[in-house]
């Protein structure tokens, strides 16, 4: 029997970034679970080949083109979707990229194109949605943070950089949103396995590590994304906002070090 406190059916939800990686991933997961799906990105082949694919509820998964580092494409996004629907229930804010380099190497332009992209994108999109929210009255917006605002990694620095952005967006949106009922969490991913990502985790040194330092002894998938970001959409997480959830497999729990423990 399903429990409608975790239901998403019928929601209107926006995916950005949500041809590939995890955002192909949720909105896969929202789609199945009778939620109307508008996923965006940067390609028209890659939106339309995802949104075949994920196809499989009630409602056809719709694609809009659109790239977050520009804004009058977040405002065309939002145009157009205030055409096609009432309301908007819940964005899912997942646009992303990375470069990894030594922080000396970094160019302006590959600054420039990380920030754009995860933070100011990121703020754009939802500072349009959640004008909609507002007047609403409702609404639920949960943005893709990272384990790197937890303790960043080496060779990663804007991206890092951008995502503790992001974590102080969430508590700020959280924080002057929440008297108009629109709530702002983020989810922070731990090691994932996506396609831009498999070719450095099949390095036996690399998956050995991430192993080693993940308590669950694995590394995760996209899918295991899906139940947290449910939860963050639904009618179960109605008294939370401002939070960010790392799914993470419990790297951030501690460190693990090579002592060894007497019997």
């Not at 955002?23 to 009778?34: P, V």
């Not at 994932?192 to 450095?200: C, E, R």
């Amino acid at each position: 029997m399903s429990d409608e406190l975790f239901s998403v059916r019928d929601q209107v939800v926006v995916v950005s970034g949500g041809s590939r990686g995890i955002g192909k991933a949720l909105a896969a997961g929202f789609a199945a679970r009778g939620a109307q799906v508008v996923i965006t990105g940067r390609e028209p082949e890659t939106l339309e080949r995802t949104a075949n694919e994920i196809s499989t509820g009630p409602h056809a998964v719709r694609t809009i083109v659109c790239d977050v580092a520009e804004v009058e494409d977040i405002q065309h996004l939002v145009t157009t979707l205030k055409s096609e629907f009432p309301r908007i229930d819940s964005l899912l804010n997942v646009a992303g990229v990375n470069k990894r380099k030594r922080v000396e190497t970094f160019t302006v332009e590959e600054f420039d194109f990380i920030l754009d992209i995860n933070l100011r994108g990121t703020f754009f999109l939802a500072q349009e949605i959640g004008k909609w929210m507002i007047e609403q009255q409702h609404g639920s917006i949960t943005t893709i943070d990272s384990l790197n605002t937890y303790a960043p990694l080496k060779g990663v620095l804007p991206y890092a950089m951008s995502k503790a952005g992001v974590s102080m967006m969430t508590r700020g949106m959280a924080l002057e949103w929440g008297e108009y009922g629109v709530r702002v969490n983020a989810l922070a991913p731990g090691f994932i396995l996506t396609d831009l990502t498999n070719k450095l985790w099949s390095e036996p040194t690399m998956q050995a590590w991430g192993k080693t330092n993940t308590p669950l002894r694995r590394l995760g998938l996209v899918e295991d994304l899906i139940g947290a970001a449910i939860f963050l959409s639904s009618k179960a997480s109605a008294f939370m906002t401002g939070q960010v959830i790392y799914v993470d497999g419990g790297f951030s729990a501690g460190t693990n070090w090579p002592i060894q423990f007497a019997n």
